[in-house]
């Protein structure tokens, strides 16, 4: 970064130090969106985190301090013009101050897009903004953040086993709009004709995401994962009759799969499952490696993210490579390995699966013959 604050003409630097006076980034509630409350709450969190200190810039301002007070200071010194100063340095000054503006504006749109995908979920209003010109009680015209709230579109599927409600998959995209998921049937190359199809969440998905990710406060996140997978799917399994099996990841990385079915107008996600449940490659691969059933993933606890990333599974080598043998390993390392497992299950696997006990082991690796 450029802007070297210090270049500032002497008597402009007492601006800084004046009340702020702009109130830009402004933000308006669309008042024709449910969820007043949300957004309201929303709002406020906004504000707030617009009150933190920037860590990637030369000026140790937050983005509310620059929007109101440091961009305005800059305005006047441009107004007032170059006067008694060098305009060669005034001109690089302004130059570099573009570069920092720049900058700020992503912050400023990272942190509210970050409030957003926090609160929002697809089956229950997803929160978006929109950049609109608004004309504040006794002001001037201003550019101004709109938030919103959009509820997905619900709708009930006549299945054989019976009616499944669903919504339409969506998500807050960069430009904090609402996006929806579509498949390109043909770009897949699914059987049947060549067609693009909305993308909808049964209900029951849900909840078995909430179940096996237990983690309320990351939830928007979870959710947003959830659409980017199905907007980039991945087939793992085609199971027939139109049925397969989509990678669920966060990231680049494989935390489950949803268990998809086309259909003549939709794609419809009927459920979730995670990595080592029934009906999985990997599960199946757990079966044969150690002969685990279903009773048995379910009896060590398995089958819950949980287990994975706060157990002290992954301090143990042979269980670590036994996993990553039936291709779950990689959920052993996605937390950093220093520090105290919160969840102390190791022992009681090994014993499940009769490993035997590692320490004597290695004492029987290290005795001479």
Request: hydrophobic share 35%.
């Given at each position: 970064?450029?802007?070297?604050?210090?270049?500032?003409?002497?008597?402009?630097?007492?601006?800084?130090?004046?009340?702020?006076?702009?109130?830009?980034p402004l933000f308006v509630l669309d008042t024709g969106s449910k969820r007043q409350d949300v957004l309201r709450a929303i709002e406020a969190e906004v504000k707030s985190s617009l009150e933190e200190p920037s860590t990637g810039t030369p000026l140790q301002l937050s983005p509310s301090e620059f929007f109101e007070g440091f961009a305005p200071m800059m305005d006047r010194v441009a107004a007032r013009g170059p006067g008694k100063h060098d305009p060669a340095k005034l001109e690089k000054l302004f130059a570099d101050f573009e570069e920092l503006h720049e900058v700020f504006v992503g912050e400023l749109v990272v942190r509210v897009l970050r409030v957003l995908i926090a609160h929002s979920r697809m089956d229950a209003g997803l929160f978006s903004f929109a950049v609109r010109?608004?004309?504040p009680p006794g002001e001037r015209e201003q550019k101004a953040f709109v938030l919103a709230c959009v509820v997905p579109e619900p709708?009930?599927?006549?299945?054989d086993a019976g009616p499944r409600d669903a919504v339409r998959a969506g998500a807050v995209s960069a430009t904090g709009e609402v996006e929806w998921c579509e498949w390109d049937?043909?770009?897949?190359?699914?059987?049947?004709?060549?067609?693009?199809?909305?993308?909808?969440?049964?209900?029951h998905a849900f909840e078995r995401l909430r179940q096996r990710i237990?983690?309320?406060?990351?939830?928007g996140y979870t959710h947003g994962t959830l659409f980017e997978s199905l907007r980039h799917p991945r087939i793992t399994a085609n199971q027939g009759d139109g049925t397969f099996l989509v990678e669920y990841r966060w990231h680049d990385v494989r935390v489950g799969?949803?268990?998809?079915?086309v259909l003549e107008d939709a794609v419809l996600v009927r459920t979730f499952l995670f990595l080592t449940m029934q009906g999985t490659p990997e599960a199946a691969k757990l079966r044969a490696r150690l002969k685990l059933k279903r009773r048995d993933i379910e009896w060590l606890d398995l089958d819950s993210f949980s287990v994975f990333l706060l157990s002290d599974m992954g301090k143990d080598p042979e269980?670590?490579?036994?996993?990553?043998?039936?291709?779950?390993?990689?959920?052993?390392?996605?937390?950093?390995?220093?520090?105290?497992?919160?969840?102390?299950?190791?022992?009681?696997?090994?014993?499940?699966?009769?490993?035997?006990?590692?320490?004597?082991?290695?004492?029987?690796?290290?005795?001479?013959?």
């Open positions: 970064m450029g802007f070297d604050p210090k270049s500032l003409p002497p008597e402009e630097l007492h601006e800084l130090g004046r009340p702020r006076r702009a109130r830009f010109s608004v004309n709708r009930r599927f006549e299945l049937t043909g770009a897949l190359e699914l059987p049947g004709p060549a067609r693009r199809l909305p993308v909808w969440v049964q209900d237990p983690a309320p406060s990351i939830e799969h949803l268990a998809v079915t269980l670590k490579r036994i996993f990553d043998e039936c291709g779950c390993g990689h959920l052993l390392t996605l937390v950093p390995a220093s520090g105290e497992p919160a969840m102390k299950v190791a022992d009681e696997v090994r014993k499940y699966l009769k490993l035997g006990d590692p320490v004597r082991r290695d004492r029987a690796r290290q005795e001479p013959e």
